[in-house]
């Protein structure tokens, strides 16, 4: 058998995609920088670290680390880029070069390769998904990633992603990320975010990941809700409209004011029984993710699956060509992701934010608002990490309820939501702390924004605020390098 060699890329990345292999860790922000003011577009640079930590890290044991979190949060850091101005922009672009190039250094997650290698043949579909789901219950990772390139050669696309989430959902229960993980890197391509040709190589660590050990737990409970409403069995309203408003508004507050998460699957299944959209059931679970987000006590800034989890899947909603059973799993099974469900143990009662401390505060201009809004950010208390003995368990400091408060006020007062929108698009570029978790969070609360209907909508930019508060200070150091080098100019 000849020598595997790593993969390589095309002439005209593969430079820029060695340059963040290869330059030390503590020169990646100044060289990045320099590349991006001599012309690089922002997008190849994106486009180079997702290559680059793909080929160059492997993924560790738990979640954090390799090509996991630059990849999933790809698309909103090219997203928030475009609601930045001048140089500015390249503040995200350096926070995702810097990640990149720390998991690529990291002896957790390297020295490795990425190697090329043939597929696996098979006589069929039929014959490669057999084969797919026995690697997946045997937790044999390398085996999935043969089968998978002949899948992504040789049927639809839609078809072979379809069955990759068919494992990655029911396995939200043990990680939030394997539902994610291959979700975003799926939207990525599918938005036009990264090339087309880039698409077999950059799913390799997602379908890896997926197939690994343990194998997805059944789900009888979900099976059972199911069967019981015959939701498989009957024509269900794939879009939403106006006549649904009133419905997706009740469920969403319902699912909002709920204490005991498992509840949610059934009153979402209620409603499609009788008549409630796929879409209009992922609106009104946005809703109520902003709901029960809002009434959270965490203090871990990386608990915002509840808003990027919620988004992700009112995208996959929206596909076409995904089964109807994988979109009932996706609103059933919401609520099962570890960083979700850790939420339901530190929640305040509803209403919240509290309508009495809203109605206390003194009358503020807009612009009055948006500055007291970002002081009271950039003033959090900072943590002492000596007292911190487990992240998951954090709980916000009272002056978080603040930050929050002030926006309650602006969205009541019906000011601009864009100047909103734009103040908290440069807090959140501070944050280094979440490995891109920030990031994912602010841009779904902004798709949220855009796509619930009034009086909902303005939930989402209230949730920006709170998390906003809670990330800001936790580590800012390239953010703060960036700065000592903008001033260096």
């Not at 084969?131 to 999935?144: D, H, K, V, Y």
């Not at 059944?218 to 879009?239: F, G, M, S, T």
């Not at 508004?249 to 409630?276: H, Q, V």
Request: net charge negative.
């Amino acid at each position: 058998m000849p020598m595997p060699k790593r993969v390589e890329f095309p002439d005209a990345i593969e430079p820029l995609v060695q340059f963040i292999e290869e330059t030390p860790p503590d020169q990646i922000l100044d060289k990045t920088l320099e590349k991006l003011r001599a012309g690089v577009p922002t997008q190849t640079m994106l486009t180079a670290s997702v290559l680059a930590v793909t080929r160059s890290s492997d993924l560790p044991p738990g979640h954090h680390g390799g090509p996991l979190h630059p990849m999933a949060g790809l698309y909103a850091i090219t997203k928030l880029i475009e609601r930045l101005e001048g140089e500015q922009r390249f503040v995200p672009v350096l926070q995702h070069v810097a990640l990149s190039n720390k998991h690529i250094n990291h002896p957790a997650m390297g020295p490795y390769q990425l190697l090329d290698f043939a597929p696996t043949q098979f006589d069929g579909f039929e014959a490669a998904k057999a084969a797919f789901l026995m690697a997946c219950s045997r937790g044999e990772s390398n085996n999935a990633d043969h089968i998978f390139q002949w899948l992504w050669q040789n049927v639809p696309a839609i078809e072979a992603f379809d069955l990759l989430m068919s494992v990655a959902i029911p396995k939200n229960v043990l990680d939030d990320h394997y539902f994610i993980f291959p979700a975003f890197t799926w939207r990525a391509f599918d938005t036009g975010v990264l090339d087309k040709a880039y698409f077999p190589t950059l799913m390799r660590p997602a379908v890896r990941y997926t197939a690994r050990y343990p194998a997805a737990p059944p789900i009888p409970e979900i099976d059972a809700l199911i069967e019981k409403h015959q939701l498989l069995n009957r024509v269900l309203r794939q879009r939403t409209g106006d006549d649904e408003t009133a419905a997706i508004g009740k469920l969403g507050e319902a699912i909002g004011r709920i204490d005991e998460y498992p509840g949610i699957p059934m009153m979402i299944a209620s409603a499609l029984a009788k008549g409630l959209s796929l879409e209009g059931a992922g609106e009104a679970l946005s809703i109520g993710a902003a709901g029960l987000f809002l009434r959270s006590l965490t203090g871990n800034p990386m608990d915002v699956h509840l808003h990027t989890s919620a988004n992700l899947r009112r995208y996959l909603l929206r596909l076409d060509g995904l089964s109807l059973r994988n979109k009932l799993l996706l609103l059933f099974l919401w609520h099962t992701g570890p960083e979700v469900r850790s939420t339901q143990f530190r929640m305040e009662p509803a209403p919240q934010p509290d309508p009495e401390a809203v109605a206390a505060l003194p009358p503020r201009s807009q612009q009055e608002l948006l500055e007291a809004i970002t002081y009271s950010v950039y003033h959090q208390p900072p943590t002492d990490w000596s007292k911190v003995a487990n992240l998951g368990l954090m709980r916000a400091v009272p002056e978080v309820k603040e930050t929050v408060n002030l926006a309650q006020q602006y969205v009541q007062c019906g000011y601009d939501p864009q100047a909103f929108i734009a103040c908290l698009a440069e807090i959140v570029c501070h944050d280094n702390f979440t490995e891109m978790h920030a990031f994912k969070h602010h841009n779904a609360v902004i798709e949220e924004f855009h796509a619930t209907r009034d009086p909902w909508r303005w939930m989402h930019l209230v949730c920006g605020a709170q998390a906003a508060a809670i990330s800001f200070g936790k580590n800012m150091t390239v953010y703060e390098e960036y700065l000592e080098l903008l001033h260096a100019a």
